[in-house]
Antibody
Framework: QVQLVQSGAEVKKPGASVKVSCKAS????TSWVRQAPGQGLEWMGW????????KYSEKLQGRVTMTTDTSTTTVYMELRSLTSDDTAVYYC????????????WGQGTLVTVSS | DIQLTQSPSSVSASVGDRVTITCRAS??????LAWYQQKPGKAPNLLIF???SLQTGVPSRFSGSGSGTDFTLTISSLQPEDFATYYC?????????FGQGTKVEIK
């Protein structure tokens, strides 16, 4: 069955960076969405596998980078200068770009930022 | 940013009930609206796209309607597996945003 498999949980100190992976089986577009504990969903951005085109949320512009490794069909999301506000579950999601929806999700990766 | 306001924030209902959730956008989003279901500890699951199109594999008791600023998700006959949190999401303009969620609880 088709699925997205993400890397494991991370604990980081404030100011550090984290890089989360998502084995995406070569999907055309992949988005990242995060969810702080007990909170709603926040779209972070998307990346196109064919040409590495990206679109980031302006809120995270300058701190987030999304990349792809086509040889391993893996998508990465790196977030820098972490603060406690970045503590969340991070999801990758395959997009249906024509409908602009997230139609298949990874299992989520918990990133905890704590001193 | 476009704000999506869902109502109610929570609803208590019984199996077999008809449940309606509304999503209001702060500005017109045409039909660029989707609905997701999320169960505790799990990733969201796409139910409806383009405001009213049912995602493949989703039971027909789920339906969506609306355009512009006002949208609804209806569950025609609530089933035990439908107790979850539901989110609307707009993709008319960046940043794509979600509603705050509506929790459907057992009465």
């Amino acid at each position: 069955q088709v699925q997205l498999v993400q890397s494991g949980a991370e604990v980081k100190k404030p100011g550090a960076s984290v890089k989360v992976s998502c084995k995406a089986s070569g999907y055309t577009f992949t988005s990242w969405v995060r969810q702080a504990p007990g909170q709603g969903l926040e779209w972070m951005g998307w990346i196109g596998a064919a040409n590495n085109n990206t679109k980031y949320s302006e809120k995270l512009q300058g701190r987030v980078t999304m990349t792809t490794d086509t040889s391993t069909t893996t998508v990465y999301m790196e977030l820098r200068s972490l603060t406690s506000d970045d503590t969340a579950v991070y999801y990758c999601a395959r997009m249906r770009m024509a409908a602009r929806t997230f139609e298949l999700w990874g299992q989520g990766t918990l990133v905890t930022v704590s001193s | 940013d476009i704000q999506l306001t869902q109502s109610p924030s929570s609803v208590s209902a019984s199996v077999g009930d008809r449940v309606t959730i509304t999503c209001r956008a702060s500005q017109g989003i045409r039909t660029w609206l989707a609905w997701y279901q999320q169960k505790p500890g799990k990733a969201p699951n796409l139910l409806i796209f383009a405001a009213s199109s049912l995602q493949t594999g989703v039971p027909s008791r789920f339906s969506g309607s609306g355009s512009g600023t006002d949208f609804t998700l209806t569950i025609s006959s609530l089933q035990p597996e439908d107790f979850a949190t539901y989110y609307c999401q707009q993709a008319n303009s960046f940043p794509w945003t979600f509603g705050q969620g509506t929790k459907v609880e057992i009465k």
